[in-house]
């Protein structure tokens, strides 16, 4: 079965620094991977997703993401965090041909520290 | 705006109620999903519609929820007889196609008492 893992809960970072969040997945075939973003009183929103080709996927808001096939993994960086970035981060992967129904990690809670 | 609208945006509900949550999709969107997602974890896809066909309706936990789109844009979920673990938020999304780029509405957060 399709599964995502987010083993970070919670990570907290100072303003301008890096972050890396960690995504693990559990697919048969080649995925569609996918991170959004949730932050309060807004709707999810999508950041980047993966579906062929290069493996380096850019984002919006300065957001980029590394599918790795041999990790199963497709983490999200971003070299300098800013306030606004305080927010919940969701991988998920496409479990069909056409990504109709997506499996969502149960999502990292990102804070900064200013 | 021109986004996916939900309503209402709270709900509560006495046990054993039925309630009818509404998703105005973006105009023209083919498809559209319901997911359910519960405090601290991510959303739980629920059901998927292209136009009016309900094509996928396999995470609907019980014979209680019922999904609808009877003219291929409006959808209405319908949750009868309300239980405590009902309590959650119900997000509908819409793509102008598959599920490769869904766009999601603000959520509809019910609480059953």
């Known amino acids: 079965a399709q599964s995502v893992t987010q083993p970070d809960i919670h990570i907290t970072v100072s303003e301008g620094a890096s972050l890396e969040l960690r995504c693990n997945y559990s697919?048969?075939?080649?995925?569609?991977l996918f991170w959004y973003v949730q932050s309060p009183g807004q709707g999810l929103q999508l950041l980047l997703k993966?579906?062929?080709?290069?493996?380096l996927v850019q984002g919006i808001k300065g957001f980029e993401a590394e599918f790795k096939r041999s990790q199963s993994s497709f983490n999200l960086r971003k070299p300098s965090v800013h306030w606004s970035d305080a927010a919940e981060y969701f991988c998920a992967v496409g479990a069909s041909s056409s990504a109709s129904k997506i499996i969502f990690g149960s999502g990292t809670r990102l804070s900064i520290r200013p | 705006g021109a986004g996916v609208s939900q309503s209402p945006r709270y709900k509560v509900a006495k046990r054993g109620q039925d309630v009818a949550l509404r998703c105005d999709p973006i105009s023209g969107h083919v498809s559209l999903f319901w997911y359910q997602q519960a405090l601290g974890q991510g959303p739980e896809f629920l059901t998927y519609f292209q136009n009016e066909a309900q094509l996928d309706k396999s995470g609907l936990p019980s014979d209680r929820f019922f999904a609808e789109r009877p003219e291929g844009s409006v959808s209405t979920l319908k949750i009868q007889r309300t239980q405590q673990e009902d309590s959650a938020v119900y997000l509908c999304?819409?793509?102008?196609?598959?599920?490769?780029?869904?766009?999601f509405g603000p959520g509809t957060r019910l609480t059953v008492l």
């Open positions: 993966y579906f062929s080709g290069d493996t």
């Open positions: 999304a819409s793509s102008p196609s598959g599920g490769e780029r869904q766009f």
């Open positions: 697919y048969g075939a080649t995925p569609y």
